[in-house]
């Protein structure tokens, strides 16, 4: 497949055979984000209720077969989002130390996630909401930011609980393989180059995406970085793939500073919360620049809820995310363009 090819829309236009998520799924997904939003809609406390739904959707993992396994899975991954809250807000708005950080803590956490599929995910999901909470600024209490978003995260351990037990798969729990297995595995991986690709990648990307935002003083900077942790991946390194979360990121950015620039009443922000939600299940099986697309405007929207966005806060934030999405393709058009030529 050429460059050419790669960037044609037909390519952004695929429609994945796969099974689509259950109707338990999209209504776990939708329940996971309306509940928060609700609440704080209700209370009048918008940042408090926009905190536990990013507590939500960081946690909010596809049932399990086995109410067992569920549990063991979502809770540690509940545990991993209210640490990325704590630490992401402890160290928000501070400058290079900001920028130290958030590329230190990526760094290590991608070495981690070459454990597994849990830690992969796990991971990825623990360098994503990082980032997302450097955005709040310097924050008087992380402690409480960490708080709501564990509130969150416990929210939707809940509902993969319930969704999990009515699951019709509670017979089909795979068979894993030992933690000593794993461990020899991954020390196999890390004597190779391919094991420290995705790491360094990861981190040289996101260096320069702090670099940039650092020097460039403007609010939505982090937008960068977070652009990077979303398009640069550890099995992502396709170049299609990568267009795919480019295109649908840019995208949302825009329908999600569309949606917040019109200032709808709280019962429609509620409503597009919840339909949002609900479908990023059934999009991510699908087709992955519609999934990008419609995650990137829930972002948007729980970010800026209680505030109204000038325009030019949503040019900056577009801006940040071109930025960020050539940051991140750079490498791998650097390596295709390799391999041809090899």
């Known amino acids: 497949m050429t460059v050419a090819q790669t960037f044609a829309p037909r390519g952004l236009l695929r429609w994945s055979q796969e099974a689509?998520?259950?109707?338990?799924?999209?209504?776990?997904?939708?329940?996971?984000?309306?509940?928060?939003?609700?609440?704080?809609?209700?209370?009048?406390?918008?940042?408090?209720?926009?905190?536990?739904?990013?507590?939500?959707m960081a946690t909010l993992v596809s049932p399990a077969p086995g109410v067992r396994a569920a549990a063991l899975r979502s809770a540690g991954v509940a545990l991993v989002v209210t640490a990325a809250g704590y630490l992401g807000s402890a160290a928000g708005g501070r400058g290079w130390t900001t920028a130290a950080v958030v590329v230190g803590l990526a760094a290590v956490a991608a070495v981690l996630g070459g454990f597994n599929r849990w830690m992969a995910d796990a991971t990825t999901?623990?360098?994503?909401?990082?980032?997302?909470?450097?955005?709040?600024?310097?924050?008087?209490?992380?402690v409480e930011v960490a708080q709501w978003f564990a509130l969150g995260a416990a929210w939707a351990v809940v509902l993969t609980l319930i969704a999990s037990a009515l699951s019709r798969d509670q017979n089909s729990v795979?068979?894993?393989?030992?933690?000593?297995?794993?461990?020899?595995?991954?020390?196999?991986?890390?004597?190779?180059?391919?094991?420290?690709?995705?790491?360094?990648?990861?981190t040289v990307c996101l260096a320069t995406a702090e670099v940039i935002g650092a020097l460039w003083h403007q609010s939505k900077a982090y937008w960068i970085a977070l652009?990077?942790?979303?398009?640069?991946?550890?099995?992502?390194?396709?170049?299609?793939?990568?267009?795919?979360?480019?295109?649908?990121?840019?995208?949302g950015v825009l329908i999600g500073g569309t949606l917040i620039l019109w200032v709808p009443p709280s019962w429609a922000i509620v409503a597009v919360v919840t339909v949002l939600g609900g479908v990023r299940p059934l999009l991510k099986a699908r087709n992955y620049a519609a999934y990008a697309t419609v995650m990137t405007?829930?972002?948007?929207?729980?970010?800026?809820?209680?505030?109204?966005?000038?325009?030019?806060?949503?040019?900056?934030?577009?801006?940040?995310?071109?930025?960020?999405?050539?940051?991140?393709l750079l490498p791998i058009l650097v390596r295709k363009k390799a391999v041809n030529v090899g």
Not at 29 to 53: D, K, N, Q
Not at 227 to 247: D, K
């Open 20 to 56: 689509p998520a259950g109707v338990s799924q999209l209504i776990t997904a939708a329940l996971a984000l309306a509940a928060p939003v609700t609440y704080g809609v209700i209370s009048g406390h918008l940042v408090h209720g926009s905190f536990a739904a990013l507590g939500a």
């Open 125 to 142: 999901r623990f360098s994503c909401f990082t980032v997302i909470a450097t955005g709040f600024g310097r924050v008087d209490d992380p």
């Open 174 to 202: 795979a068979a894993r393989p030992s933690y000593r297995s794993l461990w020899r595995r991954w020390r196999r991986i890390l004597r190779t180059i391919d094991g420290w690709r995705y790491p360094l990648q990861l």
């Open 227 to 251: 652009t990077v942790v979303i398009v640069v991946r550890r099995s992502g390194g396709s170049l299609p793939r990568a267009v795919e979360r480019c295109a649908g990121t840019c995208a």
């Open 297 to 328: 405007p829930l972002l948007v929207m729980l970010l800026d809820l209680g505030r109204t966005p000038s325009l030019s806060t949503v040019g900056y934030r577009l801006l940040d995310t071109v930025v960020g999405c050539l940051i991140a």
